[in-house]
């Protein structure tokens, strides 16, 4: 659940997130926030606020936990819309038209503790396997052909 807390004349407010039991504050300090945010089915969230300049647009990444400045410009940024697959649009006004801009957030996320050892421990039991060898110091995967050897083998089957 996500929502502006603030004045009702909206000169001083911010965006606050409720998830996993905790709420916490997702939008900067220093920028007042506009209007509700909207948040889309996997918790990342979008709004406007203003930076003491014009409007701008924010973009709480949910993977991360992190808040983005998306634009950074002198003309006023306003109503972003976001959905499911990280597309994100909004209204931008400089002294002579409106336009539209679109973008599309994409993130990386780090692996966590747990994947990093269980990657660490496959190693180490690969490397033991192979250092082991069982006695053999030729590759364990791949057998070499001997055409000479196949031979023997067939004439003692005869």
């Keep these: 659940m996500v929502w502006r807390e603030g004045s009702s004349d909206y000169t001083i407010g911010a965006i606050f997130l409720y998830e996993n039991n905790i709420t916490r504050q997702i939008s900067p300090d220093g920028f007042n926030s506009n209007e509700q945010p909207l948040i889309n089915a ?27 400045l998306l634009t950074d410009n002198d003309y006023d940024d306003i109503s972003p819309q976001i959905n499911n697959r990280r597309n994100i649009v909004w209204q931008g006004a400089d002294d002579n ?12 996320p780090s692996p ?20 082991k060898g069982g006695g053999n110091k030729k ?18 089957l005869h």
Excluded: H, M, Q
């Excluded at 966590?112 to 250092?131: M, Q, S, Y």
């Excluded at 590759?139 to 003692?156: I, V």
């Design 112 to 131: 966590e503790p747990a994947t990093l050892f269980l990657l660490g421990l496959g190693l180490i039991g690969f490397a033991g396997v192979i250092r």
């Design 42 to 68: 996997f918790g990342d969230v979008v709004w406007f606020g203003n930076d003491g300049n014009d409007y701008e647009i924010f973009f709480y990444d949910n993977i991360t936990g992190n808040t983005t």
């Design 97 to 108: 038209d409106y336009e539209i801009f679109f973008t599309t957030v994409t993130t990386t």
């Design 139 to 156: 590759n364990l995967f791949c057998k070499r052909y001997d055409p000479e050897k196949r031979r023997k083998r067939s004439r003692r």
